[in-house]
């Protein structure tokens, strides 16, 4: 269950990111106060004699901001995975330096427009070959359309039929060579938070559906799927309602105990 914060993370970022929001860090990362930086440390546990016990650091993701909410650098260390991330910022192009045990493994291009929108972004390899490119489109600040082009130039996938109510996303669709490959829905609710996302295919079976549940303080602590959940207890805050300490559990039974460290400017 190593992966559980990482995949939290994960989950805030699709989120933002498919909805296009115009975004600091801060926020896609939903974090509250103006955060320097921030270590998270999972460590496995146990339930010995009714109480869970903490064991052996298992994972460690790190962060770090600039005074705007940007990222400059963050890691991700688990098992045989070391991963780190430098952040260069240039007017409205930000690169995404990727290496890999010190090694470079990639280099991500974003391009912005003047209102934070993000226009196009392409994936290198670390020979400098392109692996994918996304190319943006919009109306009145509202995505309209993604075209996901392969590391041969050629279309793979176009997302597009976007609908909107109230200026949130509700649905968009998928298309690849074949035609509708699946269809995406997602719920909120009364504070404009996202509490459901389903993904149905061109026959309409349910591939994916997944339920997010918050505190009140817009922490994120549970998420259910089809056939599993995990879920945070026992959580400690600090004084600008961050998380700092939690038990992760699943309907597995497995636990994690989580430790954040976390500075501020």
Do not use: P
């Amino acid at each position: 269950m190593k992966k559980l914060v990482l995949f939290s993370i994960i989950v805030f970022s699709l989120i933002s990111c498919s909805h296009q929001e115009v975004n600091n860090d801060w926020k896609i990362l939903n974090l509250k106060g103006k955060v320097q930086s921030i270590k998270y440390e999972t460590y496995e546990a146990s339930v010995k004699f009714g109480k869970v016990e903490q064991g052996e650091l298992e994972a460690t993701n790190t962060y770090e901001f600039n005074k705007d909410g940007f990222l400059i650098s963050s890691s991700t260390v688990y098992d045989d995975v070391n991963y780190r991330r430098v952040y260069t910022y240039n007017g409205d192009t930000v690169i995404r330096t990727i290496y890999s045990f010190d090694t470079l493994y990639q280099k991500v291009v974003s391009v912005y427009n003047a209102q934070r929108l993000l226009l196009k972004e392409t994936t290198y390899d670390s020979f400098g070959k392109i692996i994918q490119s996304y190319t943006y489109k919009y109306q009145d600040k509202q995505l309209t359309e993604v075209l996901e082009y392969c590391e041969d130039g050629i279309l793979c996938k176009r997302k597009s039929d976007y609908v909107y109510k109230n200026g949130k996303l509700k649905s968009y669709c998928i298309y690849n060579e074949d035609g509708l490959y699946e269809t995406d829905y997602f719920k909120y609710d009364n504070k404009g938070r996202v509490t459901d996302e389903k993904d149905v295919n061109s026959d309409g079976e349910v591939k994916f559906r997944q339920h997010l549940e918050y505190d009140k303080y817009g922490n994120l602590m549970k998420v259910s799927f089809k056939d599993w959940y995990y879920q945070y207890e026992k959580v400690q805050y600090d004084s600008f309602n961050n998380v700092i300490k939690s038990v992760i559990s699943s309907d597995d039974s497995d636990y994690e105990i989580l430790h954040a460290s976390i500075t501020y400017f």
